[in-house]
């Protein structure tokens, strides 16, 4: 988010090597290890059959409306010029705000009508309503799918995927600090400078080469990082009135810094929401992939849960081990305070709307456009309790990007909030096909396309 967020994915964020000294600072915490990469050439996108994405006629279209609206509000605020992201075909087809209007105008009388199929209540005939609005159902997603169908032309990626998870902690806290509360979160401090480091190719992001940001303080013509996160918890900016909030909990404080932005329930009940508002300009150090190294969980194990718990040891001595190692990331993120979101919102995405859980996607925008609407499909992973895993395959929508998030078939699902959503991400690590959907060219490619004849 800005989301800084950017992100990398949870899982990522904790097991990549840090990034090299002077690399700079990434877009978001989740995407410290991969920022300012490198990529290789673009790989071909290949045009697809409908047919040929894996679970599209089980999904419900539907209930990804809500997520590409919220893009084409987006969209349609920007200037028509303005660069979306892509490379080559994705580029010409979505790579600016002009190039959605028509597919945004139909989505919106597509929502339009949808609102008029509205569900029946239950009459005294209950089964004839139930069966009412079962048909109602099905005729949202047919309408649905047809729209889709018709303005969107699926490309294929051409390489093999990864689809990882991320979502928004809720924690405990107070704008006071006790004993229990004692854990500050810190807004930006106003010497914090920000810089755009600039591809060392030209070409920028459709040249495979992205652009990425580093924080410091100006010292006589150097950005010079800030304290490191050992010394900001010794004390190095307290007294200054940066302390935003106070929560109770060292560890999910360290997760929220990953994560980047998060949700903080005062002892009365009001909700904060805080978004990601820089980073001190040092290196991010992966304790995931120190504690592999130090045998204290086999790679095998490891996981988002496997590191909270190994953090959280129940004796002192365990405790103050997992202190020590937290402090090792010397890597420190700065919050703001976030207005305006409903709590059923998810927070802001990098291209500005609120994500849509288990809907809104960040992908690396140099090769897919934000906004458009992107289909993923997972296969079932074999084996006993959490280890096993359902397929998953729906259609999602590209609204966020992320440091660690790099390649075409690279895709960052945004779960949700809350601890049941941070256990789905943690554990979510998957091979992955990925299709993106760009507007078909026109009425001429929309009078070309042919429903598929129906399945035997």
Do not use: K
Request: charged residues 25%; positive net charge.
């Amino acid at each position: 988010m800005p989301r800084p967020r950017n992100a990398a994915a949870l899982w990522l964020a904790l097991l990549l090597p840090a990034a090299p000294a002077g690399a700079g600072a990434p877009a978001s915490p989740r995407g410290a290890a991969g920022a300012g990469a490198a990529v290789e050439a673009p790989a071909p996108l290949r045009p697809a059959a409908w047919r040929a994405l894996p679970g599209w006629a089980e999904d419900r279209p539907s209930e990804a409306l809500p997520a590409l609206l919220e893009s084409c509000r987006a969209l349609a605020a920007m200037p028509a010029g303005r660069e979306l992201g892509g490379a080559g075909e994705a580029a010409r087809r979505g790579g600016s705000p002009a190039a959605w209007r028509d597919a945004c105008a139909g989505a919106a009388a597509l929502d339009a009508a949808l609102a008029r199929l509205t569900e029946p209540r239950l009459a005294a005939d209950g089964r004839r309503a139930r069966m009412r609005a079962r048909l109602v159902a099905e005729a949202r997603e047919y309408r649905a799918r047809r729209f889709f169908e018709r303005r969107f032309q699926p490309f294929a990626v051409a390489e093999p995927g990864l689809l990882t998870g991320y979502y928004e902690p809720v924690l405990r806290g107070a704008r006071e600090p006790d004993e229990t509360y004692h854990v500050p979160l810190y807004a930006r401090p106003p010497e914090l400078a920000e810089a755009t480091i600039a591809p060392l190719a030209q070409g920028g992001v459709a040249g495979g080469l992205a652009a990425r940001r580093a924080f410091g303080r100006w010292r006589d013509g150097r950005l010079e990082p800030l304290p490191t996160r050992a010394q900001i918890e010794d004390g190095a900016l307290a007294g200054r009135g940066l302390e935003l909030v106070y929560v109770d909990d060292p560890v999910e404080a360290f997760f929220l810094h990953i994560q980047g932005s998060g949700r903080v329930v005062l002892r009365d009940g009001t909700l904060l929401r805080v978004g990601y508002a820089g980073q001190n300009g040092r290196p991010y150090h992966a304790i995931g992939r120190t504690l592999i190294e130090r045998g204290e969980i086999p790679r095998e194990r490891m996981s988002m849960q496997a590191i909270r718990d190994w953090l959280n040891a129940s004796d002192w001595e365990g405790w103050e081990r997992g202190m020590r190692l937290m402090r090792e990331n010397p890597s420190f993120v700065f919050f703001r305070l976030v207005e305006g979101l409903r709590p059923d919102q998810g927070p802001i995405g990098a291209l500005g709307v609120p994500l849509t859980p288990m809907r809104s996607i960040a992908v690396d925008p140099a090769f897919v456009p934000l906004g458009a609407p992107v289909f993923v499909a997972t296969r079932a992973r074999e084996g006993e309790g959490e280890r096993a895993a359902p397929p998953l395959r729906r259609l999602v929508v590209a609204q966020d990007t992320g440091g660690a998030i790099r390649g075409p078939a690279r895709g960052d699902l945004f779960v949700g909030w809350g601890p049941e959503a941070g256990d789905r991400a943690g554990r979510m690590r998957e091979p992955v096909e990925m299709f993106v959907l760009l507007p078909r060219q026109g009425a001429t490619e929309m009078a070309e396309y042919h429903e598929p004849p129906p399945r035997p």
